[in-house]
């Protein structure tokens, strides 16, 4: 059967490309040859398969490696299901040259993670642009490429945490519920698989069919390097020569998948009976592969149907309180996918009723077609999106990843162009083709005549689509700015307008012309919110965005989506905010528009009702969650606050009954009464005129002043006996466990670089930590696990309400193991304190995470207001940058010591510890 076609021009867009450019200036090593070039981006080719995609970008101080492997889920057979995700594991376990991959990428302050999804794995780190921390990164990926150890012992240890992380999917309705309606949706394609596997095939799956699977997949002529950011091409290219080239070229072929999904046949049907107080309905349809004709449309109707606040099933079913969550999409893959939709119901809701009008808001469209605006208002916000992407170019070489894997790199390109040329004849036709009740997954047989059935066609190739493809212009590139704290505050011009409201101005060329705006307005007291000890400051400052005195929520969300600008106008008990992400020629019009709906927010009925619906639901939903319940049980533990204080904790049901309690008059007399702009502070940073900036300033923010002048309310130490609880949460595979210890401590203390130090030693990096490797790596009882320390600040530097705490999950079974791991980890660690090659990897890693947050021009505009609030100089950075490097061993063992007391510390665990006690997990087979 021919396939539907989209509208001729579009079709002719994607399938006749004019030939492909080639790298402008970049003359490849012997060895690799040039491809495609799209819009700064470049392909490169190694003789043993491997491709290889830069994207460079001398703005951005920064540099992103993401290599991808085509292996998923999607490749995984009989009995292997998960091997793909366990592998991701095991190759952080090392090499015979790369014994600690996770400690070596802690020292150099790397950023690094893997994924594993239906068609890809990709391992990624980002760094501050260091061609010594480049070399390492790209020895160690063409090392594990081929030469990982891929051990027994290894698989054993880390079995638990795989299956930990099971355990806490499993936890969640939307994850389980996702799960099934998955695997219902597919007969024989593996796409019905979770990524994570079944656990019976986890658990026991032997090492050697996993060290086969990884020597067929992991090969180069299976991989894609990316790698994005500040770097010289031509030095790269020859340094990836040198090291992926002697790679061989595997003699094997690559195992050709041959299922197809057969054509749906009839509602499919699966309800889920688990512990929650959510009511959850989701929905699938077959629709074509990435590369389909079909495919830019469907993603375009996904964009109609789902976009909140204009979206049809917000309008439906949210603004009509039938639900309080409700949204549609379509991806692309590799092969034929689903077409997804969702709406969220709380407990004591009419769900059939909310998944009635779901239904028919997706199926009867032909009844009430797409409309020309619906469609150019989706089409502007897909656009803005590929817009706003496309302007940070780490990002992007993240998201190339998708595309690899479902063909082609270049189908960014190509799809993104496609959805900006789909008609309205596209939109409805695949309506009426594809989301019809007969494709939909409910599995319930009804004998039907003459059933209509969606027929899914072959795609075509994806060299017909992008061979030759060219693109549009590359995004013009900002100057190479060094974020030192000494740049920053040479660049930076700091006045003061209003009453105490002071900005701080960084002008300087971004990509793509972007600008931030981060401005914190500070009002009210601790006597004020007495007087209003409802739910009211909270949510004025959430209903600001929704609606003003001129503009509607969807009116709003369209005016700032015609500015290209992402907004955030939000406000709470001391405070309000205006966050802004635009373009310089956008600047003054979006920072207007937020100004004025900060000052004049309509609260309408209708939007309050929307969101305090959302609020009980997601209350609700957390009534069963261990996480919220060992959370709360530690949040009342410390609490010092008396009963009629702001600061208080409150029972979940304190805070429904508020919820419930709440008028929409609290909340228009509390901004009344508080809210005003001329105290705060304003940070702008990024591409704009600060002569056009200044006097816009001082006309949208400097008068207005705040109702109830701004007093903060003061936090001291207090010191909380050690204590355990435990609860019962049945139902819930994945326990939580929480430590806290409270500490006096300011982020102004002698003391507070030494323990930061020591906290990233003992559990503040993720993998490579003391507890890391004890909980995780040895004892495989963690998926996740780590520690923080907190520390007051203050202009006055007297608050000092400081804490340490620690953080895990595990199976319900070995909690106790994990709490007698964490007690001994702690106990070893104040009597024998740190070494020498730890403080020095610490430090080494926590100064590269400290230059590497100053590349983003969003956490510098967060930087400056800090500072100008708390009345220090951006040199303070600097000077705490050179503590951190003077610190020594003796200083960071006398803080350990004076600070962390293993007999404080007090523990809250939540789980499902009596079904645990009665069925013991079997160890995995031999």
Same mark, same amino acid.
């Given at each position: 059967?021919?396939?539907?076609?989209?509208?001729?021009?579009?079709?002719?867009?994607?399938?006749?490309?004019?030939?492909?450019?080639?790298?402008?200036?970049?003359?490849?090593?012997?060895?690799?040859?040039?491809?495609?070039?799209?819009?700064?981006?470049?392909?490169?080719?190694?003789?043993?398969?491997?491709?290889?995609?830069?994207?460079?970008?001398?703005?951005?101080?920064?540099?992103?490696?993401?290599?991808?492997?085509?292996?998923?889920?999607?490749?995984?057979?009989?009995?292997?299901?998960?091997?793909?995700?366990?592998?991701?594991?095991?190759?952080?376990?090392?090499?015979?040259?790369?014994?600690?991959?996770?400690?070596?990428?802690?020292?150099?302050?790397?950023?690094?993670?893997?994924?594993?999804?239906?068609?890809?794995?990709?391992?990624?780190?980002?760094?501050?642009?260091?061609?010594?921390?480049?070399?390492?990164?790209?020895?160690?990926?063409?090392?594990?490429?081929?030469?990982?150890?891929?051990?027994?012992?290894?698989?054993?240890?880390?079995?638990?945490?795989?299956?930990?992380?099971?355990?806490?999917?499993?936890?969640?309705?939307?994850?389980?519920?996702?799960?099934?309606?998955?695997?219902?949706?597919?007969?024989?394609?593996?796409?019905?698989?979770?990524?994570?596997?079944?656990?019976?095939?986890?658990?026991?799956?032997?090492?050697?069919?996993?060290?086969?699977?990884?020597?067929?997949?992991?090969?180069?002529?299976?991989?894609?390097?990316?790698?994005?950011?500040?770097?010289?091409?031509?030095?790269?290219?020859?340094?990836?020569?040198?090291?992926?080239?002697?790679?061989?070229?595997?003699?094997?072929?690559?195992?050709?998948?041959?299922?197809?999904?057969?054509?749906?046949?009839?509602?499919?049907?699966?309800?889920?009976?688990?512990?929650?107080?959510?009511?959850?309905?989701?929905?699938?349809?077959?629709?074509?592969?990435?590369?389909?004709?079909?495919?830019?449309?469907?993603?375009?109707?996904?964009?109609?149907?789902?976009?909140?606040?204009?979206?049809?099933?917000?309008?439906?079913?949210?603004?009509?309180?039938?639900?309080?969550?409700?949204?549609?999409?379509?991806?692309?893959?590799?092969?034929?996918?689903?077409?997804?939709?969702?709406?969220?119901?709380?407990?004591?809701?009419?769900?059939?009723?909310?998944?009635?009008?779901?239904?028919?808001?997706?199926?009867?469209?032909?009844?009430?077609?797409?409309?020309?605006?619906?469609?150019?208002? $989706?089409?502007? @916000?897909?656009?803005?999106?590929?817009? =706003?992407?496309? *302007?940070?170019?780490? &990002?992007? /070489?993240? #998201?190339?990843?998708?595309?690899?894997?479902?063909?082609?790199?270049?189908?960014?390109?190509?799809?993104?162009?496609?959805?900006?040329?789909?008609?309205?004849?596209?939109?409805?036709?695949?309506?009426?083709?594809?989301?019809?009740?007969?494709?939909?997954?409910?599995?319930?047989?009804?004998?039907?005549?003459?059933?209509?059935?969606?027929?899914?066609?072959?795609?075509?190739?994806?060299?017909?689509?992008?061979?030759?493809?060219?693109?549009?212009?590359?995004?013009?590139?900002?100057?190479?700015?060094?974020?030192?704290?000494?740049?920053?505050?040479?660049?930076?011009?700091?006045?003061?307008?209003?009453?105490?409201?002071?900005?701080?101005?960084?002008?300087?060329?971004?990509?793509?012309?972007?600008?931030?705006?981060? $401005?914190?307005? @500070?009002?009210?007291?601790?006597?004020? =919110?007495?007087? *209003?000890?409802?739910? &009211?400051? /909270?949510? #004025?400052?959430?209903?600001?965005?929704?609606?003003?005195?001129?503009?509607?929520?969807?009116?709003?969300?369209?005016?700032?989506?015609?500015?290209?600008?992402?907004?955030?106008?939000?406000?709470?008990?001391?405070?309000?905010?205006?966050?802004?992400?635009?373009?310089?020629?956008?600047?003054?019009?979006?920072?207007?528009?937020?100004?004025?709906?900060?000052?004049?927010?309509?609260?309408?009925?209708?939007?309050?009702?929307?969101?305090?619906?959302?609020?009980?639901?997601?209350?609700?939903?957390?009534?069963?969650?261990?996480?919220?319940?060992?959370?709360?049980?530690?949040?009342?533990?410390?609490?010092?606050?008396?009963?009629?204080?702001?600061?208080?904790?409150?029972?979940?049901?304190?805070?429904?009954?508020?919820?419930?309690?709440?008028?929409?008059?609290?909340?228009?007399?509390?901004?009344?009464?508080?809210?005003?702009?001329?105290?705060?502070?304003?940070?702008?940073?990024?591409?704009?005129?600060?002569?056009?900036?200044?006097?816009?300033?001082?006309?949208?923010?400097?008068?207005?002043?705040?109702?109830?002048?701004?007093?903060?309310?003061?936090?001291?130490?207090?010191?909380?006996?050690?204590?355990?609880?435990?609860?019962?949460?049945?139902?819930?595979?994945?326990?939580?466990?929480?430590?806290?210890?409270?500490?006096?401590?300011?982020?102004?203390?002698?003391?507070?670089?030494?323990?930061?130090?020591?906290?990233?030693?003992?559990?503040?990096?993720?993998?490579?930590?003391?507890?890391?490797?004890?909980?995780?790596?040895?004892?495989?009882?963690?998926?996740?696990?780590?520690?923080?320390?907190?520390?007051?600040?203050?202009?006055?530097?007297?608050?000092?309400?400081?804490?340490?705490?620690?953080?895990?999950?595990?199976?319900?079974?070995?909690?106790?193991?994990?709490?007698?791991?964490?007690?001994?980890?702690?106990?070893?660690?104040?009597?024998?304190?740190?070494?020498?090659?730890?403080?020095?990897?610490?430090?080494?890693?926590?100064?590269?995470?400290?230059?590497?947050?100053?590349?983003?021009?969003?956490?510098?505009?967060?930087?400056?207001?800090?500072?100008?609030?708390?009345?220090?100089?951006?040199?303070?950075?600097?000077?705490?940058?050179?503590?951190?490097?003077?610190?020594?061993?003796?200083?960071?063992?006398?803080?350990?010591?004076?600070?962390?007391?293993?007999?404080?510390?007090?523990?809250?665990?939540?789980?499902?510890?009596?079904?645990?006690?009665?069925?013991?997990?079997?160890?995995?087979?031999?």
């Amino acid at each position: 059967m021919k396939h539907p076609r989209l509208h001729s021009l579009a079709l002719a867009c994607l399938l006749a490309l004019p030939a492909a450019a080639f790298a402008d200036g970049v003359t490849p090593p012997k060895g690799i040859t040039a491809g495609a070039c799209v819009e700064g981006i470049c392909e490169y080719r190694l003789g043993n398969g491997l491709r290889v995609l830069l994207f460079p970008d001398a703005s951005k101080p920064t540099v992103t490696v993401n290599l991808t492997y085509l292996v998923g889920s999607v490749h995984e057979n009989y009995g292997e299901t998960g091997m793909a995700h366990l592998l991701e594991h095991l190759l952080f376990k090392g090499t015979p040259t790369h014994t600690d991959i996770p400690g070596e990428l802690k020292k150099r302050g790397v950023g690094f993670n893997a994924s594993t999804s239906l068609d890809r794995t990709n391992y990624f780190s980002s760094f501050p642009a260091n061609d010594a921390t480049l070399d390492y990164v790209l020895g160690l990926e063409a090392d594990r490429m081929l030469r990982s150890n891929i051990a027994k012992k290894d698989l054993d240890s880390e079995m638990t945490v795989v299956r930990n992380e099971l355990e806490r999917n499993e936890n969640n309705p939307g994850s389980v519920l996702g799960e099934r309606l998955r695997s219902t949706a597919y007969l024989w394609h593996n796409y019905g698989n979770t990524t994570i596997g079944a656990r019976s095939d986890v658990e026991h799956v032997p090492i050697e069919r996993l060290q086969a699977f990884y020597q067929t997949w992991y090969q180069p002529d299976n991989a894609v390097l990316i790698l994005a950011g500040r770097f010289d091409p031509a030095r790269l290219l020859a340094d990836i020569a040198a090291k992926f080239g002697p790679l061989k070229k595997p003699a094997r072929a690559l195992p050709v998948a041959y299922t197809v999904e057969p054509v749906q046949d009839g509602e499919r049907e699966v309800n889920v009976r688990r512990s929650g107080d959510i009511r959850i309905t989701s929905v699938a349809w077959h629709m074509p592969a990435a590369t389909h004709p079909d495919t830019p449309a469907l993603m375009v109707l996904g964009n109609i149907l789902g976009h909140a606040p204009g979206g049809r099933l917000h309008k439906a079913l949210v603004e009509s309180r039938l639900a309080a969550f409700a949204g549609a999409g379509a991806g692309a893959s590799h092969d034929p996918g689903t077409f997804g939709a969702v709406v969220a119901v709380p407990k004591d809701g009419d769900a059939a009723k909310a998944e009635a009008e779901l239904l028919e808001q997706v199926e009867d469209v032909a009844a009430q077609p797409i409309t020309a605006q619906e469609l150019a208002d $989706a089409e502007q @916000r897909i656009g803005n999106g590929y817009e =706003l992407a496309f *302007n940070d170019v780490n &990002a992007v /070489g993240m #998201a190339l990843s998708e595309y690899v894997a479902a063909g082609d790199w270049r189908l960014w390109f190509v799809l993104r162009d496609a959805m900006a040329k789909v008609t309205l004849d596209d939109v409805n036709r695949v309506a009426k083709t594809y989301l019809i009740p007969s494709n939909r997954t409910l599995a319930r047989f009804i004998p039907t005549d003459n059933a209509v059935r969606a027929t899914i066609g072959d795609a075509p190739s994806v060299a017909s689509l992008v061979d030759g493809y060219t693109g549009r212009a590359a995004v013009e590139a900002g100057e190479a700015f060094v974020a030192t704290p000494a740049n920053i505050a040479a660049r930076t011009q700091t006045y003061t307008i209003g009453d105490s409201l002071t900005v701080s101005l960084l002008p300087k060329k971004t990509r793509g012309g972007t600008v931030v705006v981060n $401005a914190d307005f @500070r009002f009210a007291d601790a006597d004020a =919110l007495r007087r *209003n000890p409802s739910a &009211a400051p /909270g949510f #004025a400052g959430t209903m600001l965005m929704r609606g003003s005195k001129t503009m509607t929520r969807e009116q709003i969300d369209k005016r700032f989506e015609a500015l290209k600008t992402e907004a955030s106008v939000s406000g709470g008990g001391q405070g309000a905010g205006i966050a802004l992400q635009t373009r310089r020629g956008e600047l003054a019009e979006a920072l207007t528009l937020a100004a004025d709906i900060l000052r004049n927010p309509a609260f309408p009925d209708s939007e309050f009702e929307q969101l305090r619906l959302q609020a009980i639901t997601g209350m609700e939903a957390q009534r069963k969650e261990p996480g919220a319940i060992a959370g709360n049980a530690m949040a009342k533990a410390f609490d010092p606050w008396p009963a009629d204080h702001p600061l208080r904790y409150r029972t979940p049901d304190e805070q429904l009954a508020e919820l419930k309690a709440l008028k929409l008059d609290e909340l228009r007399a509390w901004h009344r009464a508080a809210y005003g702009t001329s105290n705060g502070q304003i940070a702008i940073v990024g591409d704009f005129d600060p002569e056009q900036v200044k006097p816009l300033l001082q006309k949208l923010f400097a008068d207005w002043k705040p109702g109830v002048a701004y007093a903060p309310i003061h936090t001291q130490y207090n010191a909380v006996a050690a204590r355990k609880e435990r609860f019962e949460t049945p139902d819930k595979s994945s326990a939580v466990f929480i430590a806290r210890q409270n500490l006096p401590l300011n982020d102004d203390d002698a003391d507070y670089a030494a323990l930061l130090v020591a906290n990233n030693i003992f559990g503040g990096s993720g993998l490579k930590s003391r507890l890391g490797d004890r909980v995780r790596q040895k004892d495989g009882l963690s998926y996740g696990i780590g520690s923080g320390i907190s520390a007051d600040s203050s202009p006055d530097g007297k608050d000092d309400a400081g804490s340490f705490g620690i953080q895990a999950i595990a199976a319900p079974q070995n909690a106790a193991k994990l709490e007698a791991a964490v007690r001994e980890e702690l106990a070893r660690f104040v009597k024998d304190g740190v070494t020498e090659a730890e403080l020095k990897d610490a430090v080494s890693g926590m100064l590269t995470q400290r230059e590497q947050s100053r590349a983003s021009d969003g956490a510098v505009a967060g930087m400056l207001n800090s500072d100008a609030f708390l009345g220090r100089p951006m040199l303070r950075r600097a000077e705490f940058d050179a503590k951190l490097k003077s610190l020594t061993v003796e200083q960071v063992n006398a803080a350990i010591r004076k600070f962390l007391k293993p007999e404080q510390l007090s523990v809250f665990e939540a789980g499902d510890f009596a079904n645990a006690a009665k069925t013991a997990t079997p160890p995995p087979a031999k």
